[in-house]
């Protein structure tokens, strides 16, 4: 917790959490690292909750990021239909959060993630693109400039509407 806390002094935009009647029902980070620590945490060289906050990129117009989505989750109480529900309010809200930073000229160059899990691989396979692992978790990308995907569109045109563009 302690380490998580040091990452939201860092940056304040990573952390998405969802409630319902007051209680905490779902969340989720988003990291900005530098490229190769992406790299690494794909691979299993390095586990993205180790990062220390000086690790971490801050939100800077026009400066291009790695964004790892290090986890979400849903709490294990909900029921199936709840836990549907969660996660796609959870998602809508990231998807919000991501077209937030185009607005506010952050160029993203690539989403990553992976999961081990079944519903975390569903999820990631509507949208994402499988990539090669040598590992016992799933690997996932989007590269947003080469991304026809129509939720990653708005977050183009917001970009594109703030005065930066993504790199060539």
Same mark, same amino acid.
């Given at each position: 917790?302690?380490?998580?806390?040091?990452?939201?002094?860092?940056?304040?935009? +990573?952390?998405?959490?969802?409630? !319902?009647?007051?209680? /905490?029902?779902?969340? &989720? &980070?988003?990291?900005?690292?530098?490229?190769?620590?992406?790299?690494?945490?794909?691979?299993?060289?390095?586990?993205?909750?180790? +990062?220390? &906050?000086?690790?971490?990129?801050?939100?800077?117009? =026009?400066?291009?990021?790695?964004?790892?989505?290090?986890?979400?989750?849903?709490?294990?109480?909900?029921?199936?239909?709840?836990?549907? !529900?969660?996660?796609?309010?959870?998602? =809508?809200?990231?998807?919000?959060? +991501?077209?937030?930073?185009?607005?506010?000229?952050? /160029?993203?160059?690539?989403?990553?993630?992976?999961?081990?899990? *079944?519903?975390? +691989?569903?999820?990631?396979?509507? =949208?994402?693109?499988?990539?090669?692992?040598?590992?016992? &978790?799933?690997?996932?990308?989007?590269?947003?400039?080469?991304? =026809?995907?129509?939720?990653?569109?708005?977050?183009?045109?917001?970009?594109?509407? !703030?005065?930066?563009?993504? *790199?060539?």
């Amino acid at each position: 917790l302690t380490r998580r806390l040091t990452w939201l002094d860092r940056n304040p935009d +990573i952390f998405y959490v969802l409630k !319902s009647e007051g209680q /905490v029902v779902g969340y &989720a &980070a988003m990291l900005p690292l530098k490229q190769e620590k992406v790299e690494r945490s794909l691979s299993g060289e390095e586990y993205a909750q180790e +990062i220390n &906050a000086e690790e971490m990129e801050e939100f800077v117009p =026009g400066k291009p990021l790695y964004i790892y989505l290090m986890a979400a989750g849903i709490t294990p109480r909900a029921s199936h239909y709840e836990k549907r !529900s969660y996660g796609a309010r959870l998602i =809508g809200g990231m998807f919000k959060g +991501i077209l937030d930073l185009g607005k506010r000229g952050i /160029v993203i160059d690539t989403l990553a993630a992976r999961s081990d899990t *079944p519903d975390g +691989i569903r999820l990631l396979k509507n =949208g994402f693109t499988e990539i090669p692992t040598n590992t016992y &978790a799933r690997n996932f990308i989007i590269r947003v400039k080469e991304s =026809g995907m129509p939720f990653i569109q708005p977050y183009k045109r917001a970009l594109e509407d !703030s005065g930066y563009k993504l *790199p060539e």
